[in-house]
């Protein structure tokens, strides 16, 4: 089916290990983005991406790697999870970012215990 | 740099009357867009409504309109008739070309019976 999906939806993982979240479109949109939402902050920037191998930080970038070698594909990597990366992760997508909207993917939950 | 104001964390309304979510924004770029989004209890991200900095008239999606003031960088949302089912976070937001994408930081909307 068409449209943006978040692999992970739901993980447990321990503090020091590795996690990536998967994020996969079919619309070949260009910009491609990692929002984590936690109570009392909406949603917060953290990667974004205008192409294929182009990304560029956002608000809260700290402790969080990507990539884009595809551009249907924008991987999210935590290096060494933290307690304070628990959060509900949302990946979204956009053919023009100002008259276009963002679409959204389902959300990947994430618990660091 | 872009920035969305929501300053108003929470909001009631009684069902069937009309409620405006306030939305200031800033930028320095000539060509944007504005959205709003809808977050029910589930979770997902709905979009709203859409206006282009460019667009002489306020935009309308059925119960929804969005009062555009552009001097004074305003973007309110405007639900006339509220239903039950309005009860949501609600989200502002701003696309720059060329740039990225960003929120405020949500109004919780709960219509009363």
């Known amino acids: 089916d068409a449209g943006i999906t978040q692999s992970p939806r739901y993980k447990i993982t321990e503090t020091g290990r590795q996690v990536t979240l998967m994020c996969h479109q079919t619309?070949?949109?260009?910009?491609m983005f990692w929002y984590r939402q936690d109570l009392g902050h909406g949603l917060r920037l953290i990667y974004y991406?205008?192409?294929?191998?182009?990304?560029d930080k956002g608000e809260v970038p700290d402790g969080y790697v990507v990539s884009r070698s595809k551009t249907e594909n924008f991987p999210l990597t935590l290096e060494s999870a933290t307690r304070s990366q628990t959060s509900v992760y949302f990946c979204?997508?956009?053919?023009?970012?100002?008259?276009?909207?963002?679409?959204f993917g389902e959300g990947s939950r994430l618990t660091v215990l | 740099a872009q920035k969305i104001t929501q300053t108003q964390p929470g909001m009631f309304v009684q069902e069937k009357e009309a409620v405006t979510l306030d939305c200031t924004y800033d930028t320095s770029d000539p060509s944007y867009g504005l959205f709003w989004y809808k977050q029910p209890s589930s979770g997902e991200m709905i979009f709203l409504i859409y206006?282009?900095?460019?667009?002489?008239q306020n935009a309308t999606e059925g119960r929804y309109s969005l009062n555009f003031q552009k001097a004074r960088k305003s973007a309110n949302l405007v639900i006339s008739a509220s239903q039950l089912g309005d009860s949501a976070m609600y989200f502002c937001a701003m696309g720059n070309y060329g740039q990225n994408f960003v929120f405020g930081p949500g109004t919780r909307l709960s219509v009363l019976p």
């Open positions: 979204a997508s956009s053919g023009q970012l100002n008259t276009g909207e963002l679409f």
């Open positions: 991406s205008a192409a294929a191998d182009i990304t």
């Open positions: 619309w070949s949109h260009s910009y």
């Open positions: 206006q282009g900095s460019y667009d002489q």
